[in-house]
């Protein structure tokens, strides 16, 4: 699984919580209303990433170009999570650690999903 950088998470984040599509515009004018001040240069170079890593899609028909999420970010925290799962050399330890560790609420939650 492709990992993110800092920036490309920000990026990620903006574009997760959008109703639709976005230019590189549009993410800059959202990272810099959060006190981040980046060239638009630096924006196109992590959408084209994200794009070869498979985390968005542009729409190149359009002028500026549009992006969209290719996944939601609840399927990439869920592959994150199976992807520590891959390589914890005691997978029960983790999951008890895990498990241990969250909140009532999530334990339901847990329960719940569960017991399907």
């Keep these: 699984m492709a990992h993110l950088g800092d920036l490309e ?5 903006v574009i997760w919580d959008a109703d639709g599509s976005l230019t590189a515009y549009d993410v800059k004018d959202v990272l810099e209303a959060d006190g981040r001040d980046l060239a638009a240069t ?3 170079t992590v959408l084209s990433r994200l794009d070869k890593k ?13 992006y969209h999420a290719l996944g939601t970010r609840e399927a990439h925290m869920a592959e994150l999570m199976h992807e520590v799962l891959g ?3 005691d997978r029960s330890a983790v999951l008890a650690r895990f498990v241990g560790g969250v909140s009532a609420e999530d334990q339901a ?3 719940r999903l569960l017991e399907g």
């Excluded at 498979?54 to 549009?66: E, I, L, M, Y």
């Design 87 to 89: 390589v914890a050399g």
């Design 42 to 44: 630096t924006l196109l």
């Design 9 to 13: 998470r920000a990026v990620m984040e």
């Design 109 to 111: 939650v847990l329960r």
């Design 54 to 66: 498979g985390f968005v899609a542009s729409d190149r028909t359009a002028r500026p170009h549009r």
